[in-house]
C-alpha cells in the first residue's frame, strides 16, 4: 500500500479528517491540545488563529474530559482545523507526533502538568506534551488554570509553591510560557529555572536543541556554557540575558 494511503487510513481511524485538501497550500502544521479546563478558552483560541493562521494549519487534540465538556463544533469553527483528535489517538502516538511542527497548550491542567513532570505519562494529551519536548518540538503552554484553580488562587502557601516547582520544572524541559492576553509567540520568554538558583549551571549543545530560534535566554548569573553550546547560540540568534536577581 502507498505510503500516503497508509497514512490517510490510519488518520481515519484514530481521529476524522475535516477536509482531505488544504487550498491555502500551508504545509506546517500546529497541534493545539485542549484540557478540560474554560479558562477563556474561545478568546484564547481566536488569538492563536489570528496569530498562527496564515503561516499554519491546525489539529486540535482534546483529552477525555475536553471531549465531553467543550462543544467541539464551536471551536472548530474558530480555529478550521485539518484533524481532530482525541484520547483514542493516543494507541498511535507515533503518526500524531509526526503530523505537527509546534505544540501549543492554551489551557493546561494541573494534573496534566503533574504527569508530564513526573513521566507518567498515562493520557493523550500528557504524551503528546512529553514527546514534543523529547523531539525538541516548539511547545508553548499557558499556565493560567494551574496557578487557578477553579478560577481562584490559593492562599496555601504549600500547594502555591508545588505549582510553582512544577512550572519551573517542565520550563527546564524545553517548554515555553505564555501569557494570555498577550500571547506574544515571537517574544516569549524561555527561563531555564534551577531550584536552586545559587549555583551555576552548565548550560550543553543538547540544552540549545530546545530553544527556538531568535529566543531570550534567561540564565542565572554565574552560568557555564559550553564551546559547543555558544556555536548553536550564535547559529540560532539566541540572546542570552545572565539575571544577577537569581543570586539573591
Sequence with gaps: MPKDNLVSNILNQ??????????NGLTKNILVAINGADANLERK????YSHFSKEYNFILGYSFT?????????????????????????????ENI???????????????????V???????????????????????????NCRKFMSHETKNKVMSNQVVEKIKEIITMGAVEIEYPTYNFKNS???????????KIVLTDKDVDGINKGEELHLPYGSIITPLAK??????????????EAKK
Excluded: H, M
Design 14 to 23: 484514530i481521529g476524522y479528517k475535516l477536509s482531505t485538501e488544504q487550498p
Design 45 to 48: 483560541l481566536s488569538n492563536i
Design 66 to 94: 475536553a471531549s465531553k465538556i467543550f462543544d467541539k463544533g464551536s471551536i472548530s469553527q474558530i480555529l478550521k482545523p485539518k484533524y481532530v483528535f482525541t484520547e483514542e489517538s493516543l494507541f498511535d502516538l507515533n
Design 98 to 116: 509526526k503530523l505537527f511542527d509546534l505544540l501549543i497548550c492554551p489551557n493546561i491542567t494541573i494534573n496534566t502538568l503533574s504527569k508530564v
Design 118 to 144: 513526573s513521566g507518567n505519562i498515562d493520557t493523550y494529551i500528557s504524551n503528546v506534551i512529553w514527546a514534543a519536548l523529547y523531539f525538541n518540538k516548539p511547545v508553548y503552554i499557558d499556565f493560567e
Design 189 to 199: 520568554k524561555n527561563k531555564i529555572l534551577v531550584n536552586d538558583i545559587q549555583s
Design 231 to 244: 556555536d548553536k547560540i550564535r547559529e540560532k540568534n539566541i540572546k542570552i540575558v545572565f539575571d544577577l
